[in-house]
């Protein structure tokens, strides 16, 4: 069994009751359930809760279906499958606009922490873009997603790239396999489902965190474009929730987080030149960045 695997141990819980795990053969089993969380090879484990998340009544009926799909699939080795996100399947727009991301986010996960000795956790963390990129900066990155599919085409990517210190859970980002436990989170492209959604998403996330955690989450501002909202343009978010600062605001309060420091990120401009630092003022942002603590009181 994977070293790195049993260096990791510590951070996970079971996702039922919050108890610790320990290995046991090819599987993690929980010290309080008896739960069996089977492995896959040493760096891919299966910690689903026992039953879907109860979601809010606002959720869309499409978003719920999807969800209960996602959660009863049966994992397996796709050789050739795609996921969300991947580059392989994405135009060369935006191909571009997600590199930009990666680049501005990459200084707001890094800072503080001590070289290769921290852990980053990416929660709904899809065809890997920031895992891949982040993973030589931390002792471990954690890739967790709900899908099958996503999970194997991260998973055939690493070994491609002989990345060892990446591991993928399948998790429920309602319910994670996390207390307290991380230092360093991503959460991003996903708080777009509304109100109900996201904020039982961000509650989850919060408590994932250490007292001295981070966790880096974005929103998306559609509407940052004054054409769309003149109907100059097309609406193209396709039913995602586009959010005012206000609201964000309002949904990190919400979740208890201690700070929350906001970062504009415009996608149109390519970070660091000229012209991204002229039209970065003067452009409403296209995502909503902020990097939150975690609570103190989570050390009790």
Known sequence: MSKNLRAILDLLSCPDDGQPLRLANTQLACNGCGRAFPLHGESLVELLPSRPAPLPALVSAEYRNAYLMLFEQQFQEYNTCVAWGAEEAATASWIRKRRRQVLVVQPLVIEGTAPNASVLCDIAAGAG?????????????????????????????????????????????????????????????TLIRGEQHDSMLLKSIAGCLKPTGRAVVDFHNWWHNPLRRLGILPENFHGNRSYRRSE???LLYE???????????????DPGTRLERICSRAVPSTRIVYRVCGSPSAAS
């Open 248 to 250: 964000t605001r309002k």
């Open 129 to 189: 873009h920031y895992t891949f990129a982040y993973g030589p900066y931390f002792h471990a990155v954690l890739h967790c997603d709900l899908s099958a599919q996503n999970l194997s085409y991260a998973w055939r990517k690493a070994r491609e790239r002989n990345l060892n210190n990446i591991f993928f859970l399948r998790i429920d980002y309602f319910q994670p396999p996390f207390r307290n436990s991380l230092d360093r989170l991503l959460c991003l492209d």
């Open 255 to 269: 979740a208890a987080f201690q700070e929350a420091t906001l970062f504009r990120f415009v996608q149109e401009f």
